[in-house]
């Protein structure tokens, strides 16, 4: 099944427990619904806002908003609906059609990112986070967190990875000016100035992911030759076996380097912490061990 696929489920198929359509409707104020504070997207288009609100204003409230009871019964808590709530809201409505559910923290978190990823992109960096935060304060494994979302487990690895890079280069990616693609060989770079360098080099000359593998096997190549490291005396590597390790690189998702001797080589592949690693053994050995 593809990822798309899994995706388009929906969230009631992600988390029966809380999107039930069978539940009772409620009419409520706008005014008595608190944003949701585990909310993964920082930044929302306004022109996609307005065109909602246009939409609303013609067709109504199509599907209800969820909400979970706040610190007294005159107040919700949005659990999903941000989108919905801010365009109503600017079409002039004063309530709106509402499930009420008791739902926990977690559960908050992981219904706002499978609205945003389903609905509409998040950006790689605010879905990066989201993951990192269900991980660390909900003490998720990448397979569970790939499973509870509908997602590859090297979806989840390639998207935390991002994370290593400096705040400069990640705010390139929120604001669409870099891919992932674009980025994620920096983290082959050890030096973070380096790393931003070069981040602005592919951003100015518009590098593809694949000349962006190039651009850091060279720089990696030219400081191990300052430093006196021992180095490949031909240079770099010829241009078949550039090819070679880039189609590795892209197809397990990590930093890949071959590197041929007199007789035969070694290939060498990185990985970043544990869960890294099990999803390199599931890519290499999918029958597993036995």
Same mark, same amino acid.
């Given at each position: 099944?593809t990822?798309?696929?899994?995706?388009?489920? %929906?969230l009631?198929?992600l988390?029966p427990?809380?999107?039930?359509?069978?539940?009772?409707t409620?009419?409520?104020?706008?005014?008595?619904i608190?944003?949701?504070?585990y909310?993964p997207?920082?930044d929302?288009d306004?022109?996609?806002i307005q065109?909602l609100?246009?939409s609303?204003?013609?067709?109504?409230i199509?599907?209800?908003?969820?909400?979970s009871?706040?610190?007294d019964?005159?107040n919700?808590i949005?659990?999903?609906?941000e989108?919905?709530c801010?365009?109503?809201?600017l079409?002039?409505?004063?309530?709106?059609?509402a499930?009420?559910?008791?739902v926990?923290?977690?559960?908050?978190?992981?219904?706002?990112?499978i609205?945003?990823?389903?609905?509409e992109n998040?950006n790689?960096v605010?879905e990066a986070?989201?993951?990192?935060?269900?991980?660390?304060e909900?003490?998720?494994?990448q397979e569970?967190?790939?499973?509870?979302?509908?997602?590859?487990r090297?979806?989840?690895?390639n998207s935390?990875?991002l994370l290593g890079?400096p705040?400069?280069?990640?705010?390139?990616?929120t604001?669409?000016?870099?891919?992932?693609?674009?980025?994620?060989?920096?983290l082959?770079?050890?030096?973070q100035e380096?790393?931003k360098?070069a981040?602005?080099?592919?951003?100015?000359? %518009?590098?593809?992911?694949?000349?962006?593998?190039k651009l850091v096997s060279k720089l990696n190549?030219?400081r191990?030759?300052?430093?006196?490291?021992?180095?490949?005396?031909?240079?770099?590597?010829d241009?078949?076996q550039?090819?070679l390790?880039?189609?590795?690189?892209r197809?397990?998702?990590?930093k890949?380097?071959?590197?041929p001797e007199?007789?035969?080589?070694?290939i060498?592949?990185y990985y970043?912490?544990d869960?890294d690693?099990?999803?390199?053994?599931?890519k290499?050995?999918?029958?597993g061990?036995?």
């Amino acid at each position: 099944m593809t990822e798309k696929k899994r995706l388009g489920r %929906g969230l009631g198929a992600l988390i029966p427990e809380v999107m039930d359509d069978t539940a009772e409707t409620n009419e409520i104020l706008l005014e008595s619904i608190k944003p949701n504070p585990y909310q993964p997207r920082r930044d929302f288009d306004q022109v996609k806002i307005q065109e909602l609100a246009e939409s609303i204003k013609e067709h109504g409230i199509l599907q209800p908003v969820v909400v979970s009871p706040g610190d007294d019964e005159k107040n919700y808590i949005l659990v999903a609906g941000e989108r919905r709530c801010r365009a109503a809201k600017l079409a002039g409505l004063k309530t709106i059609p509402a499930l009420i559910k008791v739902v926990d923290k977690k559960t908050m978190l992981e219904i706002a990112l499978i609205e945003n990823l389903q609905r509409e992109n998040l950006n790689p960096v605010d879905e990066a986070l989201a993951y990192r935060r269900l991980m660390q304060e909900y003490s998720y494994t990448q397979e569970e967190l790939a499973g509870r979302l509908g997602r590859s487990r090297s979806s989840i690895a390639n998207s935390v990875r991002l994370l290593g890079l400096p705040e400069e280069i990640l705010e390139l990616v929120t604001k669409n000016e870099m891919t992932p693609g674009q980025v994620r060989p920096l983290l082959a770079v050890s030096d973070q100035e380096q790393q931003k360098k070069a981040a602005a080099l592919i951003a100015k000359d %518009g590098l593809s992911a694949r000349q962006a593998e190039k651009l850091v096997s060279k720089l990696n190549y030219n400081r191990m030759k300052r430093n006196g490291n021992k180095v490949d005396q031909k240079g770099p590597q010829d241009p078949m076996q550039d090819e070679l390790q880039s189609h590795m690189q892209r197809y397990l998702g990590t930093k890949v380097k071959i590197k041929p001797e007199k007789d035969g080589g070694t290939i060498e592949i990185y990985y970043y912490g544990d869960e890294d690693l099990e999803r390199l053994v599931e890519k290499l050995l999918p029958e597993g061990l036995s």
